[in-house]
């Protein structure tokens, strides 16, 4: 699994979580996408899975270039719907979100953590009942560190570490399984633990 490359949003730490707005890869982020791809060029990918957002696509396209996989388009590891934070300073939605539990919704429509983690555990899932071996999933930061999270012993935290763009992290179908399974246990009375 894999973040996207630098995105001409993300460089400025503006939010987007919208895949119908336009947001592509910035020249550093595609040169970040096509090194993923020297970094996987020996990996033998059966299929790989996107986010519905530019920046996604674009990065597996560029790190995928020249061969033939695939590709899944899967709405439920979209970025977070940021509501009125929508275009924002990326800033202030998580001093917003580092102020409210996990289950509160971003005001103007947007998702709560605790949801989007539930829409996250859904697309997990989905790969997880692929009959494909060797699944590649090119999203968005939050997904890929909520899984690395709960695959280290933690649960999702109201302040989480960045993951760097465009870097490759493994997980086989047992890992995978049983951080799903924490994920979705924390997702069933969600709480932030103390100094999270």
């Known amino acids: 699994m894999a ?33 993923l791809g020297e970094m996987l060029a020996m990996g033998n990918f059966d299929l790989c899975v996107v986010s519905e957002f530019q920046r ?10 020249g061969r033939d996989v695939p590709r899944l388009v899967s709405p439920d590891f979209n970025d977070i719907r940021f509501g009125d934070f929508e275009g924002d300073q990326l800033t202030e939605y998580r001093a917003w979100a580092h102020a409210h539990g996990p289950d509160v919704h971003a ?3 947007g998702d709560s953590r605790a949801e989007t983690v539930r829409r996250y555990i ?14 590649l999933l090119v999203a968005h930061g939050l997904p890929v560190r909520y ?31 049983a951080a799903v399974d924490r994920l979705e246990a924390w997702a069933a009375s969600p709480h932030w633990a103390v100094g999270g």
């Open 107 to 109: 005001p103007g429509g």
């Open 147 to 177: 899984i690395l999270d709960a695959d280290n012993g933690r649960d999702p935290a109201a302040a989480v570490a960045q993951v760097p763009y465009a870097e490759p992290f493994q997980l086989d179908g047992t890992e995978l399984a």
């Open 56 to 65: 996604a696509q674009e990065t597996a396209d560029l790190a995928l270039d």
């Open 3 to 35: 973040r996207h490359g630098e995105s001409e949003f993300s460089v400025v730490g503006r939010t987007n979580g919208d895949p119908a707005v336009a947001c592509p890869l910035t020249e550093n982020g595609r040169q970040e996408a096509r090194r």
């Open 122 to 135: 859904r697309g997990y899932r989905m790969i997880l009942g692929r009959p494909e071996r060797r699944i």
